[in-house]
């Protein structure tokens, strides 16, 4: 099966910066277009940010200019550079991939992380 694993979150200062990242690992056969959302308590699920499989991005209203969605294809990552953070952006964020497994090269599924806190307060 296909698993995605984020790492990096944790507690920053106002003006502060995070780099997370989101490692697929399993029976790939190509990933799709990968994506962060976020979700803070009590509201609903945001997209954040988007790469498609040749590069081309798109950032959400709120964090364009401070966010930075990157990949690296050959090791199946994602990453998103935070910079410039603020309260606002606490929140679990998630990684979520569109993957095509081995066996099933013709059918891709979304597939999900666990989720990182990103806490934003002095």
């Known amino acids: 099966q296909v698993q995605l694993v984020e790492s990096g979150g944790g507690l920053v200062q106002p003006g502060g910066s995070l780099r997370l990242s989101c490692a697929a690992s399993?029976?790939?056969?190509?990933?799709?277009?990968m994506v962060w959302y976020r979700q803070a308590s009590g509201k609903g699920r945001e997209l954040v940010a988007r790469?498609?499989?040749?590069?081309?991005?798109m950032h959400g209203a709120s964090v364009k200019g401070r966010f930075t969605i990157s990949r690296d294809n050959a090791k199946n990552t994602v990453s998103l550079q935070m910079n410039s953070l603020k309260p606002e952006d606490t929140a679990v964020y998630y990684c979520?991939?569109?993957?095509?497994?081995?066996?099933?090269?013709?059918?891709?599924?979304?597939?999900w992380g666990q989720g990182t806190q990103v806490t934003v307060s002095s």
């Open positions: 979520n991939a569109h993957i095509f497994t081995l066996g099933r090269e013709r059918y891709g599924s979304d597939y």
């Open positions: 399993g029976s790939i056969f190509r990933i799709d277009v």
């Open positions: 790469i498609t499989s040749d590069g081309s991005t």
